[in-house]
């Protein structure tokens, strides 16, 4: 088949995906000149880095965010109150020979093109018909700095950014990985999922802090059609894992027609709790809801506590028949008896849940997520506040943007602290009335103060995905 043949390049200038802060750069920077206001933290030493989808060419038949895109990571340095900054393309197999035929071959997502496997190199990345994406997050384990695509290989750099190829842990890990592992803090070990087309649907994985796989792929029985799975919560003993009624169609990913995601509330959502020591299974069917991300879970005697924004059905093409409510909402498992019951914490629109990930898997205190108001001029991809919840005192502090739209919240401890709120809140931001992009870091401990510092960016930094602070080694 001709690349691409019967689909047209999405116009990015009639695309809000494609256009406005959302729009790609294509410039890679390296520099040092960086204009601050406030001050630069001394007792803080790492790279904030946040990966997002950046299209290098117009894409073919459709755009769908957040699921179509190269990868670019941005990165943020911070060493002895000096900054530096730095953004490279994730250099993929695919975006390569896009480079050498000088324009997009793979269609969409919800358009695939199914390219000629000659155009691809002699070894091309196993997504076909897909393009590898790993534009979703991005991560150090094992030294390794890794940037991860929805349901495949994830690509490793170097600590500059420079792309070193798939990593596939060995071999050990063929199928690929999900695009939010959640590392264990007192071992050290990654906890991963992988979705997929075919059997075995869902599988579950981990790789040790030396980066030996511990846990080869696990099949996680009871999934008998492939669903989309975004994230995943752990414990010291779980893996939580939430298996909402959004189902692929194989026959509409060949060509057939219909919808290559459809959302299906009358399958409901189950969640499936995971021993990690053995993999058993239980299962707990629970009325249809879906979730991209989550805060952290815990344990609270036999039960699993679960935090994060609920949102009451899925949906990528914009218009719904039905809108979709959200709120933050506190879920506690009991997989002896079956149960799972709801609390709501807030009524607001909020994403990309955080906390001090050195308590990953343990009680919190403290989360904070981007949330949407309904202010004139906010789009459906912009967050103009961010709200750090206390969940003892079931308050929430809102630090509002004042002109400025937020990315994901990150927190990057002071070195030596222990505490949640001994350290930094860290992001991007972008401005609502031009093209100005500005690293901020907020006191953890207020986040509605001035911000300890501002950064100017060199260049736009587009509207993007998940964010990490790394500390230095």
Request: aromatic residues 10%.
């Amino acid at each position: 088949m001709t690349p691409g043949e019967g689909l047209k390049p999405v116009d990015p200038a009639t695309n809000p995906r494609l256009s406005g802060r959302m729009a790609p750069v294509h410039d890679e920077c390296d520099t040092t000149e960086l204009s601050v206001e406030g001050e630069i933290p001394r007792d803080v030493h790492g790279t904030y880095m946040r990966n997002g989808p950046n299209p290098k060419f117009p894409p073919l038949g459709s755009y769908t965010f957040p699921l179509d895109g190269d990868g670019m990571v941005h990165a943020v340095t911070i060493d002895d109150g000096k900054v530096r900054y730095r953004n490279r393309f994730v250099e993929t197999l695919g975006l390569r020979s896009e480079e050498r035929a000088g324009g997009a071959i793979y269609g969409g997502i919800l358009t695939p093109s199914f390219p000629d496997k000659s155009l691809l190199g002699p070894e091309p990345d196993p997504n076909w018909p897909f393009k590898a994406s790993p534009f979703i997050n991005v991560l150090r384990h094992d030294g390794r700095y890794l940037a991860f695509d929805e349901a495949a290989q994830p690509y490793e750099l170097t600590a500059d950014l420079e792309t070193v190829g798939s990593c596939d842990f060995g071999s050990a890990i063929p199928r690929g990985t999900c695009a939010h592992p959640r590392i264990d803090p007192a071992t050290g070990e990654m906890v991963l999922f992988t979705y997929a087309f075919d059997e075995p649907f869902l599988t579950w994985e981990a790789v040790g802090r030396d980066g030996t796989v511990t846990v080869s792929p696990r099949v996680v029985d009871g999934v008998d059609r492939p669903h989309m799975v975004h994230d995943c919560t752990i414990t010291p003993e779980h893996l939580v894992l939430v298996v909402a009624p959004v189902v692929f169609d194989p026959d509409a990913i060949a060509g057939g027609g219909g919808d290559v995601l459809a959302w299906k509330p009358e399958l409901g959502t189950r969640i499936a709790v995971v021993a990690r020591a053995d993999g058993t299974v239980r299962w707990i069917d629970t009325d249809a809801f879906w979730v991209w991300h989550f805060a952290n879970a815990f344990a609270d005697g036999h039960e699993l506590v679960v935090d994060f924004p609920w949102i009451s059905r899925f949906n990528l093409h914009g218009a719904m028949d039905e809108p979709a409510t959200t709120k933050v909402v506190r879920l506690r498992l009991d997989p002896d008896r079956g149960r799972a019951d709801f609390e709501t914490l807030d009524d607001r629109l909020t994403e990309f849940p955080r906390i001090d990930d050195r308590l990953t898997g343990r009680k919190h205190r403290y989360f904070a997520v981007a949330h949407r108001s309904n202010r004139a001029g906010i789009t459906d991809t912009d967050w103009d506040a961010l709200v750090r919840y206390d969940t003892e005192r079931g308050t929430a502090e809102v630090r509002p943007g004042d002109g400025e739209v937020f990315g994901e919240p990150a927190f990057a401890p002071r070195e030596g602290s222990t505490g949640e709120t001994d350290g930094y809140w860290m992001t991007f931001t972008n401005s609502l009335t031009d093209d100005t992009s500005w690293f901020v870091i907020l006191d953890a401990d207020d986040i509605t103060a001035d911000p300890v510092a501002r950064v100017r960016m060199p260049q736009r930094v587009p509207r993007g995905l998940h964010g990490n602070w790394i500390p230095a080694t």
